[in-house]
Every structure is written in structure tokens, then in C-alpha cells.
């Protein structure tokens, strides 16, 4: 099996590789309509230990955080601003961390700086913390459910959405983004959510669109399966750059999945 080519995602999506262009202007368009932003919130001494956070017109009913993905080495908070749309509108305010990116960090570093970030942002906003993740992201905040990872408002967290998760990063050895990820034996078992028995059994609701990569979908299966914790919704219709846009929408079904 060539697993390049089973984890590549731009390839096989039509016009793939202009989503990103397409996110940064959806992103900055929405920062430019909606002016109620705190931007550039400090959880750390690093540069890119920053959050910025999206607040409704109302007192905010909880706190809903975005964590972005990129195979943890690429993209930043203010590539996604957009998503905070439908949570916003629901009057949740909508954290959006960056995080140190590989090969400055590794992975497991990663899964601690974004812990801190979820701490930081609740320590700003009262409620209910509702936790979603995009491919990478999906990864992270499942990896909040563990109980290895140091997370003081754990008991807060009312919904994990992994969506299009990586579980188990065990096949990413094989990739050649290893070269930069430097996942070995040790820290793919440890970071490997799908594989982890020590959790909180927060309610989770794994995402993935039908029209995916199979590897995808089995990372999403495999997570679903191995969680009782955890519902399995395959969105119809839907790849890996185009299942996250329903977060914009108030209405769709992924918000009302999300906040429930």
C-alpha cells in the first residue's frame, strides 16, 4: 500500500489545491464584517501561542474552540475565522487557536500546547465547552478525552466533534511527511486516541464526509468504533476540504449535532 498516496487529500478533490486561498479570503472577509474579535490572545510565550476569539452580540452561552488542521504542520487561526460563523450566530463565542507547528514541534508537544490554549480560552469565557477539530484538529481534541493529557476544564467539555480525525498515526510512519512529523513507535501509540483506554468518556460525535479518502474514513470508523463514548456520522456528499463548511451555517445539522 502506498500510504502517500492513501493520506493524500488535494489530489483527489477536485480544484483541491485552491481551498486554501479560498479559506484565507472566506477568513479575512469574515474578520472585516464582524467586529466583535479579541485577536492574538496569549497562551504562552511563543509566537504562534495565540488564539483569537469570536464573541456573539449577547453574553455568550458557552465556548466553542476550532482546532485546525494541516497534518500538524501547516495553516494558523486566522485561515478558519470563518467557521466561527454558525456557532456565533447560535451565541456561543468560538475560540480559534494557533499552535507550534512540526518540525519546531512534535506532536505530542503539539497536543499539550493546544490543551493550554483550551484552558486559556476557558478561563475567559463561563459555560459549557464544546470542542471540534478538523483532520489534524480532529486528532487534537479527541485527544482531550485522554486522561494523559493535562486539561484543567475537562469537566466543562459538554461534546468532542473530531472531524475527518487521524486515530491512529501509526500508518503515517510510513509516509513521507514523516520526514517531518518524526512519529515514532513510542509517540504513535501515545498519541493515538483510537488506541487509548485511559478516558473521560466525554460524549463525542466522530464526522466524515462520504466522498473521503478511505483511509479517512477508516481513521473515523476506527475511532467511533473503539469509543463507546462515540456516534459515527458519515456526512453524503461531502470530501475532506468541503465537510467543515456546514460549521458557517447556524442552521445545518453539524451545528445542531455539535451544540446539543
Known amino acids: ?36 474579535l479579541r485577536l492574538d490572545v ?18 455568550p452561552k458557552g465556548l466553542a474552540a476550532f482546532v485546525h488542521g494541516g497534518y500538524w504542520m501547516a495553516f494558523g487561526r486566522r485561515d478558519w475565522t470563518h467557521l466561527a460563523a454558525g456557532a ?11 499552535y507550534p507547528l512540526a518540525p519546531e514541534a512534535r506532536i505530542g508537544e503539539i497536543t499539550k500546547a493546544v490543551a493550554s490554549a483550551i484552558d486559556a480560552a476557558a478561563s475567559v ?19 482531550m478525552n ?10 466543562r467539555i459538554a461534546r468532542i466533534m473530531p472531524i475527518s480525525p487521524l486515530s491512529d498515526l501509526h500508518p503515517l510512519m510510513q509516509t513521507t511527511m514523516n520526514e517531518t512529523l518524526h512519529i515514532d513507535e513510542a509517540e504513535a501509540q501515545a498519541e ?16 466524515v464526509g462520504a466522498d473521503e ?15 463507546p463514548e462515540a456516534d459515527l456520522v458519515i456526512a453524503p456528499d461531502r470530501h475532506h476540504f468541503d465537510v ?3 460549521l458557517s451555517d447556524p442552521d445545518s445539522d453539524m451545528n445542531a449535532a455539535l451544540l446539543c
Open 1 to 36: 500500500m502506498n500510504f502517500d498516496i492513501a493520506y493524500a487529500n488535494a489530489d483527489f478533490i477536485p480544484n483541491g489545491k485552491d481551498f486554501p486561498t479560498k479559506w484565507q479570503k472566506m477568513a479575512a472577509d469574515f474578520r472585516r464584517t464582524h467586529k466583535n
Open 42 to 59: 496569549a497562551y504562552g510565550e511563543e509566537d504562534a501561542k495565540r488564539f483569537d476569539l469570536v464573541l456573539p452580540e449577547t453574553p
Open 88 to 98: 456565533v450566530a447560535r451565541g456561543y463565542a468560538v475560540a480559534l487557536p494557533s
Open 125 to 143: 469565557v463561563a459555560g459549557p465547552i464544546y470542542l471540534l477539530g478538523h483532520s489534524a484538529g480532529g486528532h487534537l481534541v479527541a485527544r
Open 146 to 155: 485522554c486522561l494523559d493529557v493535562d486539561l484543567a476544564c475537562r469537566d
Open 192 to 207: 493515538s486516541s483510537a488506541l487509548n483506554d485511559g478516558r473521560a468518556g466525554i460524549p463525542t460525535t466522530v464526522w
Open 213 to 227: 479518502r478511505p483511509a479517512f474514513l477508516d481513521q473515523a470508523r476506527d475511532l467511533a468504533l473503539a469509543w
Open 244 to 246: 467543515i463548511e456546514p
